[in-house]
């Protein structure tokens, strides 16, 4: 999709208003809005990469003016950037830095922190001395793809000149900090000089392999100066031919749901024998474009090529994985073919990374300490492109930089060779302490890289539930008979978490929804198997209808959901003959089994006895499926506001019994209600007790008659 020229005089006099009575000034308001601009456009800048900067002045405390660069700061995105994420650093100091002939990243990182404003604020981006060093007011810079695709050419100086003529500078690759600040400003300096006698006026500059910069005077000169030499890029892009060369893939390949589970679990044991940990979330991008690259046949010569801007390196390593191509859907054999494929081909990945990075390491002294050598794409012909991340968001970001890529990639051969820089500068970018900052390095939560499905999840207690893992830095899935209310709990448990409605007393629904999360997420880890609901009556009178429905509902939909996991969960940990089975991703079931199990009340036969059989099930999972590492575990609970007992039914039985509903929702030991959100809690619990299963958890505030023993 071109990009498009988005900028509004009135929006840009809105952010101006709206920031200036923040005592944000026009200078920096302005390039906060056209650096929103640009974030906002993935073909231009995807997930914090990019940076812009705004040259003005600050008042000091002796009231003095001191001119400024504010630049973006480390840890910001430019799609939603706001004033604090351009950190005002002194300009005259970091300009001086240009009579020096060499400087350390140390020392430049020193430089520029030591000359903050705010010395709170984050640290200026590893380009802040490029944005310095040139004279112009505003300065935008973006690996848009489209320049990409030229730039990574092998005679990609020929081609930009003749795309751009000389209303760019060219800069040959170099990495960036204090060597790229300084060829950058010589050269522009060598060319504005050429540009003065020929009455040309420079608008940008090409870092060939890397990005493309423009700068002007005014914001909005600079933005759009940046969009029309993308625009060249793009007319040029749009006289290539390209060609495919289709590869022997199935016409109906095995469904994701079939296929991401046995590359999670095969991922997980390479992951334990590398010393990393075992979990990790998958997301599949099996879109047109995708499926461009990876059903070609020249897949695995553009898999060894490299990234499309060193940048990306961090998030994709240099390389994608290739895998078998997906086997047909109906061809068992082949699907188990495929699975056997799995650990050697993670194997040969994890080697090649290894001799890399001795290689590399040799090269530059051996003062490096190896990155965990798993590939962070997976292309799978018949299939797509495959983001690996440790949460379902991170595997996002992955996977759309690898759709970048596969858009680089096809659009530079399409006009010539794919050829982005080589395996030494790549080693440079992946092992810069710089580059690796920008990963940050924050603890992980306690159930970070699991993947958690809640049923009756936009009920009470299954509402609570999700949000309880979600806080404990699960990824969710939300399932409820209710779809719309599923996907509102689903929006406020992360950006990637999935609400789905499905009925669990239907098992081909069970078995759809399970699919859905699998295909999403890339396998499971825990259910909470939560929905369930109370039919009224004396068990002697109640028809036989009522009494069935109860044990749809509160006996046989939990079975459903248990079958569903369980397949997924075996999926993951198959093995192929003779493979080595000791790494498991094992998994869990967590049931709502409630207190009627165990404590049945008068009137509610079809609930207790339904109840006391999922009870039963509970100890049966947990009996049979211990040796695989999956735990079962339940929780019984009683007198919780929720759909079974509403604020009507709190109110008829509180009356009934002459006590005010506190008295009557707080009849425990504890005399205190007990709220959904105990409940959740008590399943996190759960959830996190490594060497628990067939236990039954009560929360109700102190029952003696449903107490366990």
Known sequence: ???????????????????????????????????????????????????????????????????????????????????????????????????????????????QRNNLIDPAAPNPSVEALLHAFLPH????????????????????????????????????????????????ADLYEAAAERAASSGVELEGMVLLKHGLFSFGATAKQSYERMIELVRLAEQHLATGNRLSQPAAVPERPAPA?????????????????????????????ATPLARAVVDDARLADWARRGVATPDHVIRTKAHPLVLPAAPAAADAAALEAWSAALAPALQAYAAAYQATFERQNGRVGGIKKPLDPLPRVVAIPGLGLVGIGKSAADA???????????????????????????????????????EQAKLGKAAEKPLARTVVVVTGGAGAIGAATALAFAAQGADLAVL??????????????????????????????????????????????????NAGAAWAGRIAELPDADLRASFELNFFSHQHVAQAALALFRLQDQVAAGGNATTRLGGQLLFNVSKQALNPG????????????????????????????I??????????????????????????????EADYMGGNLLGAEVRAEDVAEAFVALARLERTTGALLTVDGGNVAAMVR
């Open 257 to 285: 749901a079939a296929l991401l589970p046995r590359l999670r679990g095969a991922l997980g044991r390479a992951a334990n024998a590398a010393g990393s940990r075992s979990h990790w979330l998958l997301d599949l991008r």
């Open 137 to 184: 007011t505003f300065v935008d810079h973006t690996h848009s793809s489209a320049l990409l695709a030229l730039a990574d050419q092998p005679n990609a100086a020929e081609v930009c000149r003749q795309v751009f003529g000389d209303r760019v500078v060219l800069v040959p690759y170099v990495m960036p900090g204090f060597a790229l600040a300084q060829s950058c």
């Open 631 to 660: 735990r079962v575990n339940a929780i019984n609970a009683d007198r919780i506001r929720s759909g079974l007992l509403t604020d009507a039914m709190i109110r008829e039985r509180s009356a009934a019994r002459g006590l005010s």
């Open 396 to 434: 996002a970001v992955t996977a759309d930089i690898a759709e970048t890529w596969a858009t680089t990639l096809l659009a530079a051969e399409s006009i010539g060779r794919f050829e982005p820089v080589g395996e030494d500068d790549t080693f440079d970018m992946e092992y810069w302490s710089l």
């Open 480 to 529: 409820d008979l209710d779809g719309e209310a599923a996907t509102a709990v689903a929006q406020r448990c992360g950006s990637r978490a999935l609400g789905l409605a499905c009925n669990v007393t239907d098992p081909a629904q069970v078995r759809e929804a399970f699919a859905a999360v699998a295909a999403h997420f890339g396998g499971l880890d825990i259910v909470v198997s």
């Open 602 to 629: 008068p009137g509610f036969g079809a609930y207790g006895t339904s109840k006391a059989a999922l009870l039963a099930l509970v100890r049966q999972y947990a009996l049979e499926e211990g040796g695989a590492g």
């Open 1 to 111: 999709m071109p990009v498009l020229n988005r900028w509004s005089d009135a929006d840009a006099a809105a952010a101006v208003a709206h920031y200036g009575v923040q005592g944000v000034a026009e200078p920096l308001a302005l390039r906060t809005y056209s650096a929103r601009l640009l974030g906002a456009d993935p073909d231009l800048v995807l997930h914090g990469g990019g940076n812009t900067s705004v040259k003005t002045t600050v008042t000091g405390l002796l009231g003095e003016t001191i001119p400024v660069l504010c630049v973006k700061g480390s840890g910001w995105d430019l799609g939603t950037i706001e004033p604090p994420g351009h950190p005002a650093v002194r300009l005259e100091p970091l300009r001086a830095l240009r009579a020096l002939d060499s400087l350390s990243d140390e020392a430049m990182v020193a430089a």
